[in-house]
């Protein structure tokens, strides 16, 4: 599987990531990428950068060895309505917004408000991709939220670094296993992400690939194995975002 594209990445900017935008896209061009997302952790998350940081990513030069670079956000949801520590202002300015769910920035609640605040965040117009549904941190109901990605056309992730780097690697690979099932089933459109926290990670998807394989998630449902597919699809995110009514859209997300 030829891998094209990661739009998931951090900078020495995220406060626990130790590699700088350039040593990050010199990877991404020796591993044969065509476009880099940069997508350093939202405020709430301690050592984020500060909002000017995200204000003044314009700065960032389009290409870097060949490599085409989106400047982003993996924001957090910080509350059981799904909100995200970005103002409105931020969001509407940036190329990549990414959508996760983290112990430090928020708890989490019981089993059904955690799919909640994950599928809410999901209804937001300006969320592109929800990253690492698999995570242990936070239990979820995986078949819903892979029901939900389906029907709404939002992406879920399938994070390399959850199965290769993270602690509770066991617990993470029985979910990410758990929930990969569940999006081939509904066909799900699918990203895999490195979350690559130091440059030799990035565009690593050794891990995720073996997983959506076994997964039996089909080559045409995994985004970044097209340049063009995930520019297509951010495209029509774009368009979408003037749209979407999320209220119209809730009743339609209870499986039968
Ligand atoms: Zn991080
Ligand atoms: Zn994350």
Known sequence: MEMLVDLHTHTL???????????????????????????DHGPSMPGAPHLF?????????????????MPGVEANIINPEGELD????YLETLSLILVGLHPICYPGGTCEENTQAYIKAMLNPYTDIMV????????????????????????????????????????ARKNCKSIARYM??????VILGSDAHYCDRVGEFSEAIELVQEAGIAGQDILNTSLERVLDYLAA??????????SMLMHRLSIA
């Open 13 to 39: 900017a995220s406060g626990h990531a130790y590699s700088t935008v350039t040593e990050n896209a010199l990877a991404a061009s020796r591993r044969g990428l065509r476009l880099m997302g940069m997508t």
């Open 53 to 69: 940081h995200f204000e003044n990513l314009t700065i960032i030069p389009d290409q870097l060895f060949g490599v085409k670079i």
């Open 86 to 89: 970005m103002p409105l202002k």
């Open 132 to 171: 690492h549904p698999g995570r242990p941190d936070f239990e979820m109901d995986l078949e819903k939220i892979a029901y939900a990605s389906a029907l709404l056309n939002v992406p879920l992730e399938v994070n390399n670094s959850s199965l290769s780097t993270i602690q509770e690697k066991a617990a």
């Open 184 to 189: 081939a089933k509904y066909r799900s459109p």
């Open 237 to 246: 995110r774009r368009i979408r975002r003037k749209d979407i009514k999320p």
